[in-house]
């Protein structure tokens, strides 16, 4: 490391103002964050003193999406021969599946990471490391089929539309992947809008199993394929069913979500009440029972779809979520409602995660408005009382 400090010193006033290649500061200075941490510090203002920056937190939320995404890999590989038929080794499945979402993963990267170092060029500021986990989000959040082009189209609208527009990474007002997702629904619903089979890789050529179903969860509930037996709730919850790459294994999330609150990165208060608002709704409609989705047991709404992956990493991004402590309990709680909501009462969209979450991106800057009046009230009663 000391070499290619060394290197980078050397060549660091090249880039300097005035200097041949300044045209070209933003893009140094964000390979040298990247690989340093940086030695700038606040000079004046109040500022909290933390050895915690943007790309340490960004490092941290990789980590947690680590578990997901392998087991990811490794499920659209097991997805693809268990519809053939064909038993493999381990490596054989991982080399599958690593060779479907690996050129998923570069697509986002490249499209979304070349876009922010144009912006960044051209507005002269430095590139934000924001981007570091959205474009690790986007292709985990989409199917293992999906187009490439479509991907880059998507991943384009959500760092133009969702950040660029509003000011850059900390100004956005809905989250950037979900957006990418949205953008995928709307446009091309029939890739994405969960009704249909995602086994990914399958061509006309290729054979598929007589009985094998490649049908998600959701997808089964939407075609009136319930209960669900204990066997699926099982394979629910460990992620051995078909869907988007990141979102079938709760167990692998869980995982994340353990690194998440334990690191201080990821916001307890709101995984928790978006399970509680998703669990509780659940039961609400378990109680009215007017059609054989609102039977589903609460607790599997919690397993299927992208419900733990959007409760973990999605309503807990800090720059879209609620700020006060309060407002994280009325947010979380009213995405896991909503989300649950959508599902049961919208026959045409089996899941309602991404649209609670970004409906509650919305409203999420309100509800920390009437808390913060809420405690203001509050505290001036407390002192007339006192006089």
Not at 246 to 268: D, K, N, W, Y
Request: glycine share 10%; net charge positive; charged share 10%.
């Amino acid at each position: 490391m000391n070499s290619i400090r060394k290197f980078l010193d050397n060549i660091k006033p090249s880039f300097e103002k005035g200097k041949r290649l300044h045209f070209l500061h933003s893009t140094f200075e964000a390979f040298e964050s990247l690989l340093f941490v940086p030695k700038t510090v606040t000079s004046q203002g109040c500022h909290v003193r933390d050895a915690i920056d943007l790309k340490r937190i960004m490092t941290v939320v990789i980590a947690a999406l680590t578990p997901a995404l392998l087991f990811g890999i490794w499920n659209v590989g097991f997805q693809h021969y268990l519809s053939i038929n064909h038993a493999v080794d381990f490596w054989s499945i991982f080399g599958y599946g690593l060779g479907k979402i690996l050129p998923m993963i570069a697509v986002s990267y490249i499209v979304g990471l070349g876009i922010e170092f144009a912006v960044a060029q051209i507005r002269g500021h430095e590139v934000n490391e924001g981007f570091l986990v959205s474009g690790l989000l986007i292709p985990m959040i989409m199917p293992p089929d999906l187009p490439l082009w479509m991907l880059a189209l998507a991943t384009a609208f959500a760092v133009v539309i969702g950040k660029e527009v509003f000011g850059g990474t900390g100004m956005n007002i809905f989250n950037p992947a979900l957006l990418a997702r949205a953008f995928v629904f709307f446009s091309y619903p029939s890739h994405i809008s969960g009704d249909s089979i995602w086994i990914g890789g399958l061509s006309g050529s290729t054979a598929v199993v007589d009985g094998f179903s490649g049908a998600t969860p959701l997808a089964k509930a939407f075609a009136g394929q319930l209960p669900f037996s204990a066997m699926e709730v099982e394979k629910m919850f460990w992620g051995f069913i078909p869907g988007s790459v990141g979102e079938t294994s709760t167990a692998a999330i869980l995982l994340g979500a353990a690194l998440l609150v334990f690191t201080g990165v990821g916001s307890g208060r709101i995984m928790l009440s978006v399970a509680a608002g998703g669990y509780l709704t659940g039961l609400l409609f378990n109680a009215i029972g007017a059609n054989a989705y609102m039977d589903i047991p609460a607790y599997q709404h919690l397993i299927m779809g992208g419900f733990a992956f959007g409760a973990v990493f999605m309503a807990t991004d800090p720059v879209t979520s609620s700020q006060t402590k309060s407002g994280k309990w009325i947010y979380g709680f009213l995405i896991g409602a909503m989300a649950v909501m959508i599902r049961v009462l919208n026959p045409a969209y089996p899941e309602g995660m991404m649209l609670a979450i970004l409906f509650m991106n919305v409203f999420a800057p309100l509800i920390d408005h009437c808390v913060v009046q809420l405690n203001i009230r509050r505290r001036l009663r407390r002192a007339v009382q006192k006089a």
